[in-house]
């Protein structure tokens, strides 16, 4: 009913910035939050940063100053950008939404993730 489809990642040499995007779409009725999270090898999936449908946002303490998310709720969209990347941010970025469908409530949504490689 939901489907959340991310784009934008890719190879970047540490330094170099990328632009995630996430665009959900079905039976949508409201977007709460939307957010992005990361696995990266052996490790839990973590959040990196959510943004309300009301502009607020939070980051991960290892990503603030370098990362910022945004959204276009017109578009029922999200977008990451990730600047000054480290090897260590090397991951699947995975899309989140928490989505109400009228009738059905609200429910946790994800994306297909998307492989972010930090590397020389």
């Known amino acids: 009913q939901v489907q959340l489809v991310e784009s934008g990642g890719g190879l970047v040499q540490p330094g170099g910035s990328l632009r995630l995007s996430c665009a959900a779409s079905?039976?949508?009725?409201?977007?709460?939050?939307m957010g992005w999270y990361r696995q990266a090898p052996g490790k839990q999936r973590e959040l990196v940063a959510d943004?309300?449908?009301?502009?607020?946002?939070r980051y991960a303490d290892s990503v603030k100053g370098r990362f910022t998310i945004s959204r276009t709720n017109a578009k029922n969209t999200v977008y990451l950008q990730m600047n000054s990347l480290k090897p260590e941010d090397t991951a699947v970025y995975y899309c989140?939404?928490?989505?109400?469908?009228?009738?059905?409530?609200?429910?946790?949504?994800w994306g297909q993730g998307t492989q972010v490689t930090v590397s020389s």
């Open positions: 989140a939404a928490t989505v109400t469908i009228l009738g059905q409530g609200s429910h946790n949504y």
């Open positions: 079905g039976s949508i009725f409201s977007i709460n939050i």
């Open positions: 943004i309300t449908s009301g502009g607020g946002t």
